[in-house]
T-cell receptor
Framework: AAGVIQSPRHLIKEKRETATLKCYPI?????VYWYQQGPGQDPQFLIS???????DKGSIPDRFSAQQFSDYHSELNMSSLELGDSALYFC????????????FGPGTRLTVT | AQSVAQPEDQVNVAEGNPLTVKCTYS??????LFWYVQYPNRGLQFLLK??????LVKGSYGFEAEFNKSQTSFHLKKPSALVSDSALYFC????????????FGAGTRLTVKP
C-alpha cells in the first residue's frame, strides 16, 4: 500500500540558511501533520493542515512556516537555521474523518552545521 | 492538556519471555491512545490504537495493549518477545477535544536478548 513520502530523506545545511521539506500524503488523505524529533527526544507536534488551511499549531518556531497545496502535499519552510534545528522531521497524514489515525512518513533528517 | 508518561527508559527481556512496556496518560476528555514503534533510522510505525470498545486491543506483529480507565494506563504487551522486537516504543494520546495535537511519551527502548 502507498505510504507517506517525504523528501529529501537527508539534508545538510549551514547556520542561517533556509531549508524546505516536502511531504506527500497517502492518496485520499486530506490532512497533514508535521512533527520534529530532536536527538533522543520524543516527537513534538509542529503544525497541521486540512484542505490547505492550517488546522492546528503546536510548538513551531516563528522562523518556520508551512503550507498545504491543492494536491494535499505539504511543505515545511525553515529559515535562519540554527544548530538546534538539527532533528528528524516527520510528516504524517490522515483522513479528516479519521484524524485519530495518523500514518507517518520515514522522516527527513536535517543536520545544521 | 493531554500528556503521556512512559516510566521506563529501557526494558530488557529475554527472547521468548513476555514483555510489557508501560504507559499512563492524562486527558481532560475521552482518550484516543496509540502505540508506535521506531526502528533505528526509520520513521514511526503504527502498532495499535484504542478509541472505544474492548479494553484489550490487538495490533501488528503480535502486540496487544490493555486500556485501563481506572488506572489511566495503556500498557503494551506481547506474550513471547523476539529479538527483532528490539526498538524504541512510543505511547501517544490525543484528546477528543484537541484532535490535531498528538502528544507522545518520551519513549521506551526495548532490548530483547537471545
Amino acid at each position: 500500500a502507498a505510504g507517506v513520502i517525504q523528501s529529501p530523506r537527508h539534508l545538510i545545511k549551514e547556520k542561517r540558511e533556509t531549508a524546505t521539506l516536502k511531504c506527500y500524503p497517502i492518496p485520499r488523505h486530506d490532512t497533514v501533520y508535521w512533527y520534529q524529533q530532536g536527538p533522543g527526544q520524543d516527537p513534538q507536534f509542529l503544525i497541521s493542515f486540512y484542505e490547505k488551511m492550517q488546522s492546528d499549531k503546536g510548538s513551531i518556531p516563528d522562523r518556520f512556516s508551512a503550507q498545504q497545496f491543492s494536491d494535499y502535499h505539504s511543505e515545511l519552510n525553515m529559515s535562519s537555521l540554527e544548530l538546534g534545528d538539527s532533528a528528524l522531521y516527520f510528516c504524517a497524514s490522515s483522513l479528516s474523518s479519521r484524524t485519530y489515525e495518523q500514518y507517518f512518513g520515514p522522516g527527513t533528517r536535517l543536520t545544521v552545521t | 492538556a493531554q500528556s503521556v508518561a512512559q516510566p521506563e527508559d529501557q526494558v530488557n527481556v529475554a527472547e521468548g519471555n513476555p514483555l510489557t512496556v508501560k504507559c499512563t496518560y492524562s486527558v481532560s476528555g475521552n482518550p484516543y491512545l496509540f502505540w508506535y514503534v521506531q526502528y533505528p533510522n526509520r520513521g514511526l510505525q503504527f502498532l495499535l490504537k484504542y478509541i472505544t470498545g474492548d479494553n484489550l486491543v490487538k495490533g501488528s506483529y503480535g502486540f496487544e495493549a490493555e486500556f485501563n480507565k481506572s488506572q489511566t494506563s495503556f500498557h503494551l504487551k506481547k506474550p513471547s518477545a523476539l529479538v527483532s522486537d528490539s526498538a524504541l516504543y512510543f505511547c501517544a494520546v490525543r484528546d477528543l477535544y484537541n484532535n490535531n495535537d498528538m502528544r507522545f511519551g518520551a519513549g521506551t527502548r526495548l532490548t530483547v536478548k537471545p
